[in-house]
């Protein structure tokens, strides 16, 4: 399993950790990890990307999705621990305007 999500004890983060190949094989794994919540108004979420090695525009549309999903302009979405590559992906792609990048 590449996409895997941890809630902390305080419900008040969710962390979605990548690993591998982000692409739309992962679609269904990575929409569960949000899907089913009911985020709360201070409710963040994290994708860490430390262990992913490949993102495609898949990727970066599943990530759009997400952030509709949870109330655009007003979710709370942080990308980190991206590798340069992937880093590069969103930046091009204009993502830090979107979400916050680390």
Known sequence: MSVT?????DDNTITIKISGRFDFAEQNEF?????????????????DMSGANYMDSSALGMLLMMREYLGGNA???????CSPD???ILTVANFQSL???D
């Open 86 to 88: 992937i880093k590069n």
């Open 31 to 47: 929409r569960d990890c949000y899907y089913d919540t009911s985020p709360g108004e201070n409710t963040q979420f994290i994708i």
């Open 5 to 9: 999500s941890e809630v902390s004890t």
């Open 75 to 81: 979710a709370n979405i942080s990308i980190v621990n």
């Open 99 to 101: 979400f916050t990048m």
